[in-house]
């Protein structure tokens, strides 16, 4: 039988994948897929999370990224946000920023995932930042992490992804960005 080497990456490919018994998540490695680091910053773009964690500022063509602000999140010159009115059929709203949300669960802004000691994930362990994205619990254990977060989506992500992913985000530019906390309609 000859391979063509189409069929030969097909069947590497196959071989490649298999399943975390340890974690019960299911383990998808691609040709050439690097760990660490690198891995995280791959998963990190593929998975957009520089589309609201990276502040939009208008450009000549539109909106676009701040890219000096990449993964700061909402930005705390524009600090807290009124609640908008929200008409049928709307059911949510986003700032121009795309770093801040409203809808029934009261506003989320977008948190800055710099290395940040004191803004930022600087203070997170890697323990913490796991757990966060399995629980959806802001720092594994406060309040709840809000829509539009897909903290749900993101928790199905191996170990060694989510590690990855932690990893990354330790060596993005620190920046210092004080994001407003999320207000939460009282629960009477």
Known sequence: MKFTPVALLL????????????????????LGATSGAARGKYLVTVFGCGDCHTPLKMGPQGPSPDLNRALSGHPEQMGALRMPRLEQPYLWAGAATNTAFAGPWGISYAANLTADQNTGLGIWTEE??????????????????????????????????????YAYLRTVKPITNHVPDAQIPDQD
């Open 128 to 165: 913490m930042f796991v757990k966060a994205l399995r629980t959806g619990k802001h720092m594994a254990t406060a309040r709840p992490i809000l829509p539009p977060m897909p903290w749900q989506a993101l928790g199905q992500a191996t170990d060694d992804d989510l590690n990855a992913i």
């Open 11 to 30: 069947v590497a490919a196959a071989a490649a994948g298999s399943t975390d018994t340890t974690s019960g998540h299911a383990v998808s490695q691609s």
